[in-house]
C-alpha cells in the first residue's frame, strides 16, 4: 500500500509559478515511477509529466514542456512539479500516481493516487 499526499496548490497569476510536491508513504517509493496528472471541469484527465524509478527517464506532455520540470527526492520519498509560466489553461486539480517499476517504461499502469491539489491560474 503507497498512500500519497500532495501540497503546494494554489492561486497564481499567469506567468506566475508553483511548485506541487507529493509525499509518499511507504518503503516502495524508489521503486516506483511517479507521475503528475490533472484534470479540468469538463475534461478528461491527462497526464502532465512522469519520472522513473531512478530518476533517469522523465516524460512531459506536449503543453508542458519547456515551463514544467519533475524531479523526485528517493531519500525523502517525494516527488515535485516545478510549474513555470503558468497559464489560464493549466488551471485543475492535480494528482500524482504512483506505478510499479515493473510495469515498464512509460508506464500506463498507476495504481496508487493521491487526493489532489487544485492549482488555479488567473488571467
Known amino acids: 500500500q503507497v498512500l500519497l499526499v500532495e501540497s503546494g496548490g494554489g492561486l497564481v497569476q499567469a506567468g506566475g509559478s508553483l511548485r506541487l510536491s507529493c509525499a509518499a508513504s511507504?518503503?516502495?517509493?524508489?521503486?516506483?515511477?511517479m507521475g503528475w496528472f490533472r484534470q479540468a471541469p469538463g475534461k478528461e484527465r491527462e497526464i502532465v509529466a512522469a519520472?522513473?524509478?531512478?530518476?533517469?527517464?522523465?516524460y512531459y506532455v506536449d503543453s508542458v514542456k519547456g515551463r514544467f520540470t519533475i524531479s523526485r527526492d528517493n531519500a525523502k520519498n517525494t516527488v515535485y512539479l516545478q510549474m513555470n509560466s503558468l497559464k489560464p489553461e493549466d488551471t485543475a486539480v492535480y494528482y500524482c500516481?504512483?506505478?510499479?517499476?515493473?510495469?515498464?517504461?512509460?508506464?500506463?499502469?498507476?495504481?496508487?493516487w493521491g487526493q489532489g491539489t487544485q492549482v488555479t491560474v488567473s488571467s
Open positions: 500516481a504512483a506505478a510499479w517499476r515493473t510495469t515498464g517504461w512509460p508506464s500506463t499502469k498507476y495504481s496508487y
Open positions: 511507504g518503503s516502495t517509493f524508489s521503486d516506483s515511477h
Open positions: 519520472i522513473s524509478w531512478s530518476g533517469g527517464n522523465t
